[in-house]
C-alpha cells in the first residue's frame, strides 16, 4: 500500500517536471536570442564606427536617445568635418517613448546683412561652391541645447567629453576624410589648408595624425559654460572676427539673434507605419510624395520580377521627375505658404500624380515643371534607438565638402555654405530665413516595429530613403541588403544616374523607354538606420562611407 502510494507521487513527481521541462523549453524558444548582428537593447547608425560606439556608450551610460545622438553628432565633426560641424545646423526628428514626435529644426538663417547680388552669383551647374559670402548664421550648437534641454538626461558636458579627447588628442586620419582633403586645395582656404598641413607645408593624407586643438578648446568652454558663449559671448567675438578677416557679413547680432524652432512632425501612412518627417523647409515632403506614389501600385517581392521589374523603375524614375519639379514649394514656411507643401503628404495628390504617369513612355522636362535646381552633395545622419523605445533621427550638415571652406583660426570651427541652398530655387531672400534643404530624418512607426532612418548626400537624400524603403518594406529586403542595393538618381536635370551594379536588364529597358541616361562620378547617398522588430534591434551604417553601427 505505502509503497504503491510512493510510486504514484514518484510518477506525478516526474511528469510535473516533465510539464514544466517543456514549458520552460517553449519560454525560451519564444524569447530566442536576437540573431547575430542584432541588439536586444539599444542601438546607434552613425556614418563612422567610432561615432557609434560613443553613443552607444552614452546610452549604456543612462544617457537618452538625444544625448546619444548629440556625442555621435560632436564626435562626426572630428571624424568628419568635411560633412558637418558646430559652423553648421541640423533638423531633429525625436520621437519620445509615449510615441509622441517632435521636430527640433536648428538649420542656419540668412544673417541681416548679405550681398545684395548673391543669388545673381550662383553656379548654373553643379559645382562646389566656397567662399564667406554663402556662411549662413549656424544652429548646430543652440539645436544641441534645446534637444538637450527638453530631451537630455546626462550632464551637458558629459556629451562633450569623447569629442574634446578625439580632438585634443589627434588621431589617424580615416579613408573618408583623407579622400576629401584634396578638395582644399584653393587659394581661398590657406586658413583651412594650414589646418590640414603638416610643418613642411605638405597636405596630410590618409593615416596621418590629425588634432583639431583650437576645436577642442571650443567644444571645452561650450562643455563648461553652455551654448551662449558661442552665441553671445566670447568664442561669438572670435568667430565673428574670423568671418569678417575672410570678408563674411555675419555679425555678432546674428548670433545673438539665432532661435531653434520645435514644431510637430507631419504624419504620412505607409500601410501598416504612420511615417513621421520634418516639415518644410526639410525634404520630407519630397520623399512623402515619391513614397506615397508608389504605394498605390502596390508593390511587393514579385515586382522584382520580369516586366515587373521594369515597370516598377519606371513609375518610380517618372515619380522623382515630378518631385524635382515641385521641389520650389520646399521654402521656410516662416516666411513663404505652405499650403503647397502640405498637399505634398496627401494621397489624394499623389493619386492625381500618379495618374500622370504613363506605362510606356516618359516626357520632356516641361511635363514635370522642372526647374534650373543644381544639386548638391555632403551632410551627415545619425539614427538612435534607445532601451525605453525612444528614437533620434537627425541629419547635420555644413552643405558643400568643407562647407563654405572658411575654417576659423580663432574657434577651430569650419563654416557653412548653405546659403547656396537657395540657388535656382528663390529669387528673393529675406533676413531670418532658413535655405530650403533635402534632408529628411525619418521615423516610422507600427504596432511591433520602429524604424529609424535618414539619408545624407544633397540631393541624393531622398534617393537614398526613399530606395531603401522601397527594397525594405515592399520588395521584401533585409534593412542592411536594402541598405546595400545600388540606386537610380534623377538627376536636377532629370536625368538618371545608376550607381555601379545597378540591375543591367533595367537600365536597358528604362533606355529604351526613352529615359535620358547619365553616368556619375560620384554617388553620396548614405543611409544608416536602425529597427527594431519583436525586441531585437538592427542597426546599419552605410558600407558607402565604411559606417559601422554600434549597440548593445
Ligand atoms: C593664388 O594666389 C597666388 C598668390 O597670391 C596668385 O599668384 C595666383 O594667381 C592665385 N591663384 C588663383 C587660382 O587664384
Ligand atoms: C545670451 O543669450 C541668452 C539667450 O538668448 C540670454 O539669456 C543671455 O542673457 C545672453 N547673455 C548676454 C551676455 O547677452
Known sequence: ????????????????????????????????????DTFSSAAVAADSGKCSE?????????????????AALLC???????SMGIGGGSIFTV?????????????ETVPQKFKSDLLKTCPKTFQLV???????VPGEIRGYELAHRLYGKLPWATLFQPAIQLAREGFPIPPVQGRYIQYIDTNQTQSLRKLYSDKDGNLLKTGDVVKFEKLADTFEMIA???????????????????????????????????????????TVSLGEYQMYIPPPPAGGILLSLILNIMKGYGLNSASLTGEQKTLAYH?????????????????DPQFNSEEMARKF????????????????????????????????????????????????????????????????????????????????????????????????????????????????????ITTGIASTLMNHLWFGKSLKEAIAAPVVFVDSQNALKFEPKFDMEVIEALKALGHNQETANHFYNVVNAVEKEDGCICAVSDARKLGQAAGY
Not at 130 to 136: E, L
Not at 322 to 330: D, E, T
Request: with cysteine; hydrophobic share 35%.
Open 1 to 36: 500500500m505505502a509503497r504503491s502510494k510512493a510510486r504514484v507521487y514518484t510518477c506525478r513527481a516526474l511528469t510535473l517536471l516533465c510539464v514544466v521541462t517543456i514549458i520552460v523549453c517553449i519560454v525560451l524558444l519564444l524569447r530566442r536570442k536576437c540573431p547575430v
Open 54 to 70: 560613443i553613443g552607444r556608450d552614452i546610452l549604456q551610460r543612462g544617457g537618452s536617445a538625444i544625448d546619444g545622438a548629440i
Open 76 to 82: 562626426t565633426s572630428v571624424m568628419n568635418p568635411q
Open 95 to 107: 520621437m519620445d517613448r509615449s510615441g509622441k514626435v517632435k521636430i527640433i529644426n536648428s538649420r
Open 130 to 136: 566656397s567662399g564667406s559670402q554663402w556662411i549662413g
Open 224 to 266: 563648461n559654460h553652455g551654448a551662449d558663449v558661442f552665441y553671445n559671448g566670447s568664442i561669438a567675438e572670435d568667430l565673428i572676427r574670423d568671418i569678417e578677416e575672410a570678408g563674411g557679413t555675419l555679425t555678432v547680432q546674428d548670433l545673438d539673434l539665432y532661435k531653434v524652432t520645435v514644431t510637430d512632425a507631419w
Open 315 to 331: 513609375r518610380y524614375v517618372e515619380a522623382f521627375k515630378f518631385a524635382n519639379g515641385l521641389k520650389k514649394y520646399i521654402r
Open 345 to 460: 503628404t496627401e494621397d489624394s495628390f499623389a493619386d492625381q500624380i500618379r495618374s500622370l504617369i504613363i506605362t510606356d513612355r516618359t516626357h520632356d522636362p516641361e511635363y514635370y515643371n522642372t526647374g534650373p535646381y543644381p544639386d548638391s552633395m555632403g551632410t551627415t545622419h545619425v539614427s538612435v534607438l534607445a532601451e525605453d523605445g525612444s528614437a533620434v533621427s537627425v541629419t547635420s550638415t555644413i552643405n558643400h565638402i568643407f562647407g563654405s571652406k572658411v575654417f576659423s583660426p580663432r574657434t577651430g570651427v569650419i563654416l557653412n555654405n548653405e546659403l547656396s541652398d537657395f540657388c535656382g530655387r528663390v529669387d528673393h531672400i529675406s533676413p531670418g530665413e532658413q535655405p530650403p534643404s533635402s534632408m529628411a530624418p525619418a521615423v516610422l512607426k507600427s504596432e511591433s516595429k520602429t524604424l529609424v532612418i535618414g539619408s545624407t548626400g544633397g540631393s541624393m
